[in-house]
T-cell receptor, first 113, second 116 residues
Framework: AQSVSQHNHHVILSEAASLELGCNYS??????LFWYVQYPGQHLQLLLK??????LVKGIKGFEAEFIKSKFSFNLRKPSVQWSDTAEYFC???????????FGTGTRLQVFP | EAGVAQSPRYKIIEKRQSVAFWCNPI?????LYWYQQILGQGPKLLIQ????????DSQLPKDRFSAERLKGVDSTLKIQPAKLEDSAVYLC??????????????FGPGTRLTVL
């Protein structure tokens, strides 16, 4: 079955630092890939998604992610983080066989001013 | 557009008690999902409804969990009896339909359940 790995469980950065959060999924074929964000006290929100086409996907709030098929990866990046980016970030893949959304374990990001 | 509503937001019960959660999806969304999110893990799908029919309940512990979506709108998830390991956040999500791969799932705020 499809699975998702997020290698960074807890990341601490200062404002203006660059961010890259890793995400790998377990097997190939057609996949849809997502990054969700959960700000403190708020619900899960979609940050960006990849379905097809340009492997570099732009999302909200300056985030982007790159789909690298050969590496089964979909890493999230932001060139300069802000204190307001403090949140938990979840990578997810849509498994075409089961049509389920499979989530990673999440990465907690803390940004200090 | 109003989001997905869930209640209660928090619930504390003792083991072996029963509990129920309620979800009201976004208007017009045919597909409704219940997820369980245990601390330190990502959300895991428990059950998916398409209108008032169950599409997938393969991950639902049916000996203690049940869910229904009468009239294809609101849904309730019940646990009876609860165990300590059921402590988690229960998320409800909805989307326009599960048939179209471009449909985004919108999540509610969740219900945080603590079983003592």
């Amino acid at each position: 079955a499809q699975s998702v790995s997020q290698h960074n469980h807890h990341v601490i950065l200062s404002e203006a630092a660059s961010l890259e959060l890793g995400c790998n999924y377990s097997y190939g074929g057609t996949v849809n890939l997502f990054w969700y964000v959960q700000y403190p006290g708020q619900h899960l929100q979609l940050l960006l998604k990849y379905f097809s086409g340009d492997p570099l996907v732009k999302g909200i709030k300056g985030f982007e992610a790159e789909f690298i098929k050969s590496k089964f990866s979909f890493n999230l990046r932001k060139p300069s983080v802000q204190w307001s980016d403090t949140a938990e970030y979840f990578c997810a893949v849509r498994d075409y066989n089961t049509d389920k959304l499979i989530f990673g374990t999440g990465t907690r990001l803390q940004v200090f001013p | 557009e109003a989001g997905v509503a869930q209640s209660p937001r928090y619930k504390i019960i003792e083991k072996r008690q029963s509990v129920a959660f309620w979800c009201n999806p976004i208007s017009g969304h045919a597909t409704l999902y219940w997820y369980q999110q245990i601390l330190g893990q990502g959300p895991k799908l428990l059950i998916q409804f398409q209108n008032n029919g169950v599409v997938d309940d393969s991950q639902l512990p049916k000996d203690r969990f049940s869910a229904e979506r009468l009239k294809g709108v609101d849904s309730t998830l019940k646990i009876q009896p609860a165990k300590l390991e059921d402590s988690a956040v229960y998320l409800c999500a909805s989307s326009r339909t599960g048939a179209n791969i471009y449909n985004e799932q919108f999540f509610g705020p969740g219900t945080r359940l603590t079983v003592l």
